[in-house]
């Protein structure tokens, strides 16, 4: 047996790929290496990392690298697998709230790598920013509105609640709270790059699943968007995510080309009409509605069945952050076992979506 003192062996694979000896690249050669490549105007990891409880720098990831890594391993984002994106109870190829986020990263870094911005930062606050949503769609805001002084809006709520534990860094909090186009811009040209790769992945990604449920037809897609974009997913991420790089780079602020940009809101307010606002989706946004009123209100006059780690002395704000974090099916549960709502009642699977108010 080797004693101590011994040379260290590690085990490995049978490889012909030789690799060249030397150390692991570290955080400071990492920000080093920013500063040769990301264009003016994009954040760098160097001097950034103001978190609201102060840490020591990793030694091997940058801050925004640190980030992302929380993120992806956090409750928030895991849950984001039972949260709903269009379709409440999703068959298995379409859309939940986790994938949504894996899609718009893929747009948002894909941007951020053609103009040089910090992909770090883009990835981190691409995979974070739906965090903050409830069960049940955007219904949910309108559900906690009610009890809520200040509303809820998930883009803050993410940023300063579910995701508060993992003291994330200033700039990937401001970007997963100002994605919505309802707030203010991001502070950085990675929110803003977010911001608009949220929005070109829910318009293509939300179409391709309705169009696969029987619920629109892309023929019926209005001319200025087959025209411009094309009619399937693949083709309009292409030309979008083209088309906010090259605008990028040319104008050196984040938006695109006029005529791309109206297609993109032409495809928007079509996902409007024939898909979010149905009315078999206000229907069951009603439905998803009534039933995380009913948890919330259970849950302020029962403070007692909440988790020990919900309980506070303020007992609304309690009960909606924990109804607020339930997957969609651990809510309809709830509201079946617990507060004897029938099944029928609640919201239906197969292409009855949640029409949300983006």
Known sequence: MAGHGDELVTAHRDSHVGIARG????????????????????????GSGNRAR??????????????????????AFRRLAGKTQVVVYPTDHQRTRLTHALEVAQVATSVARAVAANVSLTEAIALGHDCGHGPGGHASEEAFDAFLPDGFDHGPWG????????NLCAETLDGIRNHSWS???????????????????????????AA???????????????????????????????????????AGQVGMNAGDAEALAELRRFNYRQI?????SLEQSQAVIAVL??????????????????????????????????????????????????????????????????
Not at 56 to 72: G, H
């Open 293 to 358: 009123q009913d948890l919330v209100s259970y849950y302020i006059e029962h403070p007692s069945r909440l988790p020990e780690a919900f309980r506070s002395d303020d007992r609304v704000l309690a009960a909606v952050t924990y109804v607020a974090g339930m997957t969609d099916r651990f809510a309809f549960d709830q509201a079946e076992n617990l507060l004897g709502w029938a099944r029928h009642e609640l919201p239906r699977s197969m292409g009855h979506g949640v029409g949300p108010v983006r």
């Open 23 to 46: 150390a692991p690249i570290g955080r400071e050669a990492r920000e080093d290496r920013e500063a040769g490549w990301l264009r003016p105007g994009a954040t760098f990891a160097h």
């Open 159 to 166: 940023a300063d609640v579910a995701l508060a534990e993992l």
């Open 54 to 75: 102060e840490e020591e720098p990793d030694s091997e990831r940058t801050c925004f690298e640190r980030d992302r890594d929380r993120i992806v391993h956090s409750t």
């Open 276 to 280: 979010y606002t149905r009315p078999e």
């Open 183 to 209: 707030r203010q811009a991001p502070a950085t040209i990675e929110g803003e790059i977010v911001s608009w790769a949220d929005r070109i992945a829910y318009c293509a990604h939300d179409l391709e699943d």
């Open 212 to 250: 696969s449920a029987g619920i629109v037809h892309l023929d019926d897609l209005p001319e200025l968007v087959s025209a411009r974009l094309g009619t399937g997913r693949r083709e309009q991420l292409s030309v979008l995510i083209r088309s906010l790089s090259r605008s990028i780079v040319e």
